[in-house]
């Protein structure tokens, strides 16, 4: 079982101000998940990726699967912005998915 | 539209009541997946299925049954539930574990 940490659990911002989410996880992966859960509830995916790095709008996200370390960058934080973001790894030659515990971002205007 | 649906979007139920909660996707999505949300806990993985007829544990699969007949559907059982299940649930499809994952609305479960 992959053991999956998240950092910060909160996290609270000034419109405007660039923003990192850390994750690191204990065993190797193929791939790494990134979702936003917003204030209602909902779940979202944002990222999969499995090397480098991937950016979609004003998010990016990158991977380092030598260090097991992974970070979420928002870059000009929206108050809309303003969501828990989880980290999701499966386990090494397994299908099972071991989440973290989230980090609750507050963008205030 | 593709999407992920579950229902009942909330229950209250009793204690050793059996309950099902369906979920249902429209993607063709051979990966199927439930979760349970809980205050400090996180999101943990009760059940996956990664194809029809097969299913296999997540991390917290006690008291909970699951059932893959159809593509489509992926329903999870409670056949006597406790009050210690009382939870968010979702449901999540995906092509494989590997690629983008669709959550469903989500179910409170209040077990009283």
């Known amino acids: 079982k992959n053991e999956v940490e998240q950092s910060p659990q909160n996290l609270t911002a000034q419109e405007g101000e660039f923003i990192t989410i850390n994750c690191s996880y204990s065993?190797?992966?193929?791939?790494l998940h990134w979702l936003q859960q917003h204030p209602g509830g909902g779940i979202v995916s944002l990222f999969m990726l499995s090397s480098g790095k991937k950016k979609h709008g004003r998010l990016i996200a990158t991977i380092n699967i030598q260090e097991k370390h992974s970070s979420l960058h928002i870059t000009a934080s929206h108050p809309r912005d303003s969501a828990v973001y989880i980290c999701a790894a499966p386990g090494a030659g397994s299908y099972q998915l071991t989440f973290g515990k989230g980090t609750k971002l507050s963008v205030i205007p | 539209e593709a999407q992920v649906t579950q229902n009942p979007r909330y229950l209250i139920t009793v204690t050793g009541k059996k309950l099902t909660v369906t979920c249902s996707q429209n993607?063709?999505?051979?990966?199927m997946s439930w979760y349970r949300q809980d205050p400090g806990l996180g999101l943990r993985q009760i059940y996956y299925s990664m194809n029809v007829e097969v299913t296999d544990k997540g991390d917290v699969p006690e008291g909970y049954k699951v059932s893959r007949k159809e593509k489509r559907n992926f329903p999870l059982i409670l056949e006597s539930p406790s009050p210690n299940q009382t939870s968010l649930y979702f449901c999540?499809?995906?092509?494989?574990?590997?690629?983008?994952?669709?959550f469903g609305p989500g179910t409170r479960l209040t077990v009283l």
């Open positions: 993607m063709n999505h051979e990966y």
């Open positions: 999540a499809s995906s092509l494989n574990p590997y690629n983008e994952q669709f």
């Open positions: 065993v190797g992966i193929s791939a």
